[in-house]
């Protein structure tokens, strides 16, 4: 198989980045859920996160619950996804707990539950605004009425989601909404949640500052752990590692070039109208990793002299430097979050627990 392109990772850097944000929240008497999702569930990095005092971990593929099980198997598990009906059974072996907002699946879990004799955690989940994964204000009585009447579910808490689709922003308002639908849920059905799951990375900025509300007691934390940065403004989280993951990528041409493309223009092979700027000859180097593999635009070149120009599905263009590389060199990069969850998945990129430091 080949060596490169190669994602170094460095489980050290994601425990202490777990470690710091652990902290953070106990000012607070939160608890921080470690989101595996974007490592495809990796059990490394999993334990990496349990390692730094998360105390449970959560992704949205069944398929990764398993994984981290597998190697895991004394770890709190949550299904970050609503279950599809096609993996319920799987859901109710290898799940801890599942977030939760159409009854049909609620009923499904409570027979597979029943059939596998287990009991099933489920988290409700709220629509807030970002018209994701959410319950309608009006939906939350029939739902919490089924599982309360059920012996194989158990009503976890509720919780909320933020900034993944929409990008609404988790302010004092939409928290203080979020606690007053506790409110008015609890006083209508005469219950109290005990777990209230209040959001993700977003949410650090503002625990950072002051204490939380006193009510929420959970984050689900992925990209603050893993890149060490907040998900409003990207800004890094103090005290934390923005290098825990590393791409190395090969050279495979080094030539000096024109900076503009000779002839008549249309769109590239994904659709698109690439905008070119004239700056002459330039070295222009090519490195085996494309689009099949991440998000170019997502990547942060570690040497600060050379420029992302762009790239195709195996191919990405750079600008270098002077006369520094050669063919057969490699070139480092940081990835943002959605580069770094395509190099997960990516079979044509070998991960490695040698870690490579980059600083930019």
């Given at each position: 198989?080949?060596?490169?392109?190669?994602?170094?990772?460095?489980?050290?850097?994601?425990?202490?980045?777990?470690?710091?944000?652990v902290?953070?929240?106990?000012?607070?008497?939160?608890?921080?859920?470690?989101?595996?999702?974007?490592?495809?569930g990796d059990?490394?990095?999993?334990?990496?996160?349990?390692?730094?005092?998360?105390?449970?971990?959560?992704?949205?593929r069944?398929?990764?619950?398993?994984?981290?099980?597998?190697?895991?198997?004394?770890?709190?598990?949550?299904?970050l996804?609503?279950?599809?009906?096609s993996?319920?059974?799987?859901?109710v072996?290898?799940?801890?707990?599942?977030i939760?907002?159409?009854?049909?699946?609620?009923?499904?879990?409570?027979?597979?539950?029943?059939?596998?004799?287990?009991?099933?955690?489920?988290?409700?989940?709220a629509?807030?605004?970002?018209?994701?994964?959410?319950?309608?204000?009006?939906?939350?009585?029939?739902?919490?009425s089924?599982?309360?009447?059920?012996?194989?579910?158990?009503?976890?808490g509720?919780g909320?989601?933020?900034t993944?689709?929409?990008?609404?922003?988790p302010?004092?308002?939409?928290?203080s909404?979020?606690?007053?639908?506790?409110?008015?849920?609890?006083?209508?059905?005469?219950?109290?949640?005990?777990?209230i799951?209040?959001?993700?990375?977003?949410?650090?900025?503002?625990?950072?500052?002051?204490?939380?509300?006193?009510r929420i007691?959970?984050?689900?934390?992925?990209e603050?752990i893993?890149?060490?940065r907040?998900?409003?403004?990207?800004?890094?989280?103090?005290?934390?590692f923005?290098?825990?993951?590393?791409?190395?990528?090969e050279?495979?041409?080094?030539?000096?070039?024109?900076?503009?493309?000779?002839g008549d223009?249309?769109?590239?092979?994904?659709?698109?109208?690439?905008?070119?700027?004239d700056?002459?000859?330039?070295?222009?180097?090519?490195?085996?990793?494309g689009?099949q593999?991440?998000?170019l635009?997502?990547?942060?070149?570690?040497?600060?002299?050379?420029?992302?120009l762009?790239?195709?599905?195996?191919?990405?263009i750079l600008?270098?430097?002077?006369?520094?590389?050669n063919?057969?060199?490699?070139?480092?990069?940081?990835?943002?979050y959605?580069?770094?969850?395509?190099?997960?998945?990516?079979?044509?990129?070998?991960?490695?627990?040698?870690?490579?430091?980059?600083?930019?």
């Amino acid at each position: 198989m080949n060596e490169f392109p190669k994602l170094h990772i460095n489980l050290e850097k994601i425990e202490k980045n777990t470690e710091t944000i652990v902290n953070i929240a106990k000012r607070s008497g939160i608890e921080i859920v470690g989101v595996t999702k974007a490592s495809c569930g990796d059990p490394n990095v999993g334990k990496a996160m349990l390692d730094g005092g998360a105390t449970g971990l959560a992704d949205s593929r069944i398929s990764n619950i398993k994984r981290l099980k597998e190697k895991l198997p004394a770890a709190s598990c949550m299904l970050l996804r609503s279950p599809m009906l096609s993996e319920i059974s799987e859901v109710v072996e290898y799940a801890d707990s599942s977030i939760n907002t159409e009854l049909v699946v609620l009923k499904a879990l409570d027979k597979e539950s029943r059939n596998q004799e287990k009991t099933h955690n489920v988290l409700l989940m709220a629509e807030l605004g970002e018209l994701r994964e959410g319950i309608l204000s009006e939906e939350f009585s029939d739902l919490i009425s089924f599982v309360n009447s059920t012996d194989s579910l158990h009503l976890l808490g509720i919780g909320m989601n933020l900034t993944c689709f929409s990008g609404v922003i988790p302010t004092e308002q939409k928290i203080s909404e979020f606690l007053q639908l506790i409110d008015g849920i609890e006083q209508e059905q005469g219950i109290t949640f005990t777990l209230i799951s209040g959001g993700n990375t977003a949410n650090i900025p503002r625990l950072a500052q002051k204490p939380f509300h006193s009510r929420i007691n959970q984050l689900r934390v992925g990209e603050g752990i893993l890149l060490g940065r907040e998900t409003i403004h990207r800004t890094s989280i103090d005290q934390t590692f923005q290098d825990a993951f590393v791409l190395e990528a090969e050279l495979i041409e080094v030539k000096k070039k024109p900076s503009v493309p000779d002839g008549d223009l249309t769109e590239n092979a994904f659709g698109e109208k690439p905008v070119f700027e004239d700056h002459g000859e330039i070295i222009r180097g090519i490195a085996a990793v494309g689009m099949q593999d991440t998000i170019l635009d997502d990547l942060l070149p570690c040497d600060e002299t050379i420029s992302v120009l762009g790239g195709s599905s195996d191919h990405l263009i750079l600008q270098l430097p002077g006369k520094r590389y050669n063919v057969g060199d490699t070139v480092f990069f940081i990835p943002k979050y959605g580069a770094l969850v395509h190099l997960f998945t990516s079979n044509y990129v070998q991960k490695s627990y040698d870690p490579i430091d980059c600083k930019i």
